[in-house]
């Protein structure tokens, strides 16, 4: 199997404050991992490409100071939201890629939905 | 840069009709990969069918199917006998070929598919 999980599923937060957002790739491990947002019938975008060990790769226009990405271990990597704002208020969705070249596609999570009040 | 449209915001079915989404993509490469998805109202991002550009041959998943013409950079999804659970949002999207970051996507701005009873 390729079992992504996502935590929390959904949260709330105030304005201002920070939000932890993990994804977790449980039954393999992944040297790439890729964070989207989807904003309310709207497509996913890309944020950017995290790897184990390294610096995230960001998307143009996306603020790497305020979407802290870190990926410290092969089934773990997480989206800090840092001063978060009701405009970043969004459903956040994280794929993992398995080793090797055996599946052709990253497997998705199941989702955060976070809302900033 | 790679972009993918489906120029269908909506479409609407009757059960156990045939419907067809479509869907081109604009790319300079001449390996990659092209994957319809389906989103529920849960959000789950779930795989309904993949096409490797290097294959000739239509990908089939049961009553899903694809028509892709790469010289036309088309690529359409038809679902037979559509059935109730079949409504949900559907994208369209491309990967580049090879490994790691190439594991990323590019979505269409996806088609709202109702079936109706």
Known sequence: GAVVSQHPSWVICKSGTSVKIECRSLDFQATTMFWYRQFPKQSLMLMATSNEGSKATYEQGVEKDKFLINHASLTLSTLTVTSAHPEDSSFYICSAKKPGQGATEAFFGQGTRLTVV | ?117
């Open chain 2, 1 to 117: 840069a790679q972009t993918v449209t489906q120029s269908q915001p909506e479409m609407s079915v009757q059960e156990a009709e045939t419907v067809t989404l479509s869907c081109t993509y604009d790319t300079s490469e001449s390996d990659y990969y092209l994957f319809w998805y389906k989103q529920p109202p849960s959000r789950q991002m779930i795989l309904v069918i993949r096409q490797e550009a290097y294959k000739q041959q239509n990908a089939t998943e049961n009553r899903f199917s694809v028509n892709f013409q790469k010289a036309a950079k088309s690529f359409s999804l038809k679902i037979s006998d559509s059935q109730l659970g079949d409504a949900a949002m559907y994208f369209c999207a491309y990967r580049r070929g090879g490994g790691g970051s190439n594991y990323k996507l590019t979505f269409g701005k996806g088609t709202l598919l109702t079936v109706n009873p």
